[in-house]
C-alpha cells in the first residue's frame, strides 16, 4: 500500500507510521509543521506540509502523494489532554470541515480506502450502558452541555461524512472508535506519570464510571489491519478487554511507577478547572471490541491495563518498594 497519513505526528500517528514502516508500506506522512519533517523521516515515511483546514493545498498534497489508501488521524488536542470544552474546539473543527476536506481529496486522487479515527466519547457522556455497548448501539439522546454536544455532534459529524461515501461508492471508509490511548509513549500518560511522582493528579472523589483503554501499540496495530483488511462500511470499537473505573487506573499508575497514593478531591471543585475531565471520567462508556478481535484478525498485545502498567513502570524505570499504598486497583 502507499497510505497517506493526516495528522502523523500526533498521538496516534508516530506508532501507525513505525508499524507501517515495519510492514514494508510507503508512507506519506502529513504534518502542518515544516519543524516536524525530520520527525516523520525519522520513522520511515516522507514528509508533507499542508493544512487540513485549507482544502486546496490539502488536495494538491494528496493529489502528488498518489496514494492507495488515506488514514484520517487529525485532532488538535493540548499535549496533555483537554480540561475544557474550548480545549476541543479545533479539534471539532477538523472532525467536521477537515474530514470534508480529506475525503475530497481521497477522492479526487484515486486512493480507494479512508481509515478515520473517531472516539469512545460518540457515544456520549454519561452513565450509558454497564455491560459493553456495540458498535450498533449509539444512543440518539443529545448531550444537555453545549460543550460536550458540540464535541459528540463533530464526532458523528466525522462518521457520518466517512459512512456517506462509503454508500455513494466514493471511496471505501472504515471507522475506528478507540478508547482512551496510555502507553509509555504516549505524551498525556508521560505527563500523568511526571505529575503523578510530585503528587499533583488526584483521584475524583464520586467518579464511579467505566471507560475503556486502549494502548498506543493496539491502536496503531489495529489501525494498520483496518487499512489492510476492514470491511468497507464497518465501525469498530479498539479498546482493550477490561474497562476500568478512572480512579483504579490512576492509583494503580502511581502503584506501578512508585510513586505515593494520589490524594482525592470532589468532582465539583475540579470540575471549576476541568469540567471536561470531570464528565469523562464521570461516564460509565465501556465499549465491546468483539467485532474488531472477529473482522480485523486482530487482539490487543496488552489485554488491559494491568499489562500496559507494567511496560510503563518499566519504562519509567520501575517501582521504589514501600513508596505506595496500593499496590493493586
Known amino acids: 500500500m502507499r497510505v497517506f497519513v493526516a495528522g502523523a505526528t500526533g498521538a496516534l500517528g508516530i506508532p501507525v507510521l513505525r508499524q ?3 510492514r514494508g508500506h ?13 520527525l516523520i523521516e525519522q520513522f520511515g515515511a516522507r514528509p508533507v ?17 498518489a496514494p492507495t489508501h488515506v488514514l484520517h488521524l487529525l485532532t488538535a488536542l493540548p499535549k496533555n489532554g483537554p480540561l475544557r470544552a474550548t480545549d476541543v474546539a479545533a479539534t471539532n473543527q477538523l472532525r467536521i470541515v477537515g474530514t470534508a476536506n ?67 461508492q ?6 475506528l472508535r478507540y478508547g482512551m490511548f496510555y ?6 500518560t508521560r505527563y500523568i506519570v511526571r505529575e503523578l511522582r510530585k503528587r499533583r493528579v488526584p483521584l475524583v472523589r464520586g467518579a464511579r464510571g467505566l471507560t475503556s483503554l486502549i494502548h498506543i501499540e493496539d491502536a496503531a496495530a ?36 512508585g510513586a505515593l497514593r494520589p490524594f482525592a478531591l470532589p468532582s465539583w471543585l475540579l470540575r471549576l478547572v476541568a469540567p471536561v475531565l470531570v464528565d469523562t471520567v464521570s461516564a460509565n462508556l465501556p465499549i465491546s471490541n468483539a467485532r474488531a478481535r472477529r ?5 490487543p498485545r496488552f489485554p488491559s491495563y494491568r499489562e500496559g502498567l507494567r511496560q510503563l513502570a518499566g519504562e519509567s524505570g520501575g517501582a521504589e518498594a514501600g513508596t505506595s499504598a496500593a499496590s493493586s486497583p
Request: aromatic share 6%.
Open 20 to 22: 507501517l514502516a515495519a
Open 26 to 38: 510507503d508512507v506519506v506522512g502529513m504534518t502542518r509543521s515544516n519543524s516536524k519533517r525530520a
Open 49 to 65: 506540509v499542508a493544512d487540513a483546514l485549507d482544502s486546496q493545498a490539502l488536495a494538491q498534497a494528496v493529489r502528488e502523494a
Open 102 to 168: 480529506l475525503l475530497q481529496a481521497a477522492i479526487a486522487a484515486g486512493a480507494t480506502r479512508l481509515v478515520g479515527e473517531s472516539f469512545v466519547m460518540v457515544y456520549g457522556y454519561g452513565d450509558r450502558r454497564a455491560r459493553p455497548l456495540t458498535e450498533d448501539e449509539l444512543p440518539a439522546v443529545p448531550e444537555l452541555n453545549p460543550g460536550l454536544r458540540a464535541a459528540v455532534d463533530a464526532l458523528r459529524s466525522l462518521e457520518r461524512q466517512l459512512l456517506y461515501a462509503n454508500d455513494q
Open 170 to 175: 466514493q471511496i471505501e471508509t472504515v471507522i
Open 183 to 188: 502507553g509509555a509513549e504516549n505524551v498525556a
Open 222 to 257: 489495529a489501525t494498520v489491519a483496518a487499512l489492510e483488511r476492514g470491511t468497507p462500511g464497518a465501525i469498530y470499537n479498539i479498546a482493550d478487554d477490561e474497562p476500568v473505573n478512572f480512579n483504579a487506573f490512576v492509583a494503580a499508575t502511581a502503584a506501578a511507577i
Open 295 to 299: 473482522e480485523l484478525e486482530w487482539q
